[in-house]
Structure formats: C-alpha cells, structure tokens
C-alpha cells in the first residue's frame, strides 16, 4: 500500500487497517513457525505497510498538537 493511499484514509479507516494486519501477522507468523515458507514476502509487506500507517499517524498526531499550541 502507498503512502499516498494511506493519508487518504481517515482515523477509523487506519485503526481498522492496522488491526486488520494485526491479525494477518499473526497468523502468517504462524504459518512460517510451522514451516511453511511461502509466507515470508507476504510478511514482510504486511510490516513495512503497518509501519507507514503508523507513521501516517504519528504525523497527524505531531501536526494536531502543534496547531493546538
């Protein structure tokens, strides 16, 4: 997902993504624990696109409180 695509989201639309990637993390971990390999790109993927959400959130949160000061 680009970074771009993920700004246009609002607050409830990223929560519900990054508990989305939560899950699908979690279960790929557990795949890749049980030897299944084929999950690792996947993985990967799914962790850079949490962190630019996170980022994404951070920024608004940085932005929000300097307008506020």
């Given at each position: ?34 030897g299944q ?33």
């Amino acid at each position: 997902m680009k970074a771009e695509k993920i700004r246009e989201l609002d607050e409830k639309e990223l929560a519900s993504k990054v508990k989305e990637m939560e899950e699908q993390l979690f279960r790929l971990k557990f795949q890749m624990s049980m030897g299944q390999m084929e999950g690792l790109k996947k993985y990967r993927e799914l962790k850079k696109d949490r962190a630019r959400i996170y980022t994404v959130q951070r920024q608004r949160q940085l932005k929000a409180a300097g307008e506020a000061k």
